[in-house]
């Protein structure tokens, strides 16, 4: 079955940088264009990122734009997520995601991260 896994989160000062990856199984990674997206407390649960299929081409939230980067290693079946210049309003548990060829989506976990001093 589809399956995703973060991790890489944690609690870094304003600033800082961190590094969230997604572990894929139970598909065909490579087929699909993976995402992340966060939600904050109080907050709709928005889009960050994404990344095409073969890594062709990637999106972003105006509010990340030059600080955060989309990769993926499809050898790895793994999506990553490098953030940088972290902001305290970046702090939101953070999700994989895949739009499955059924229509559905699925979810990862989730990984909490929080910018605080």
């Known amino acids: 079955q589809v399956q995703l896994v973060e991790s890489g989160g944690g609690l870094v000062q304003p600033g800082g940088s961190l590094r969230l990856s997604c572990a894929a199984s139970g598909f065909a990674f490579g087929w699909y264009d993976m995402n992340w997206y966060r939600q904050a407390p109080g907050k709709e649960r928005e889009l960050v990122a994404r990344?095409?299929?073969?890594?062709?081409?990637?999106n972003y939230a105006d509010s990340v734009k030059g600080r955060f980067t989309i990769s993926r290693d499809n050898a790895q079946n793994t999506v990553y997520l490098q953030m940088n210049g972290l902001k305290p309003e970046d702090t939101a548990v953070y999700f994989c995601?895949?739009?499955?060829?059924?229509?559905?989506?699925?979810w990862g976990q989730g990984t909490q991260v929080t910018v605080s001093s």
């Open positions: 995601n895949v739009r499955y060829y059924t229509g559905s989506y699925y």
């Open positions: 990344i095409a299929s073969d890594g062709a081409s990637t």
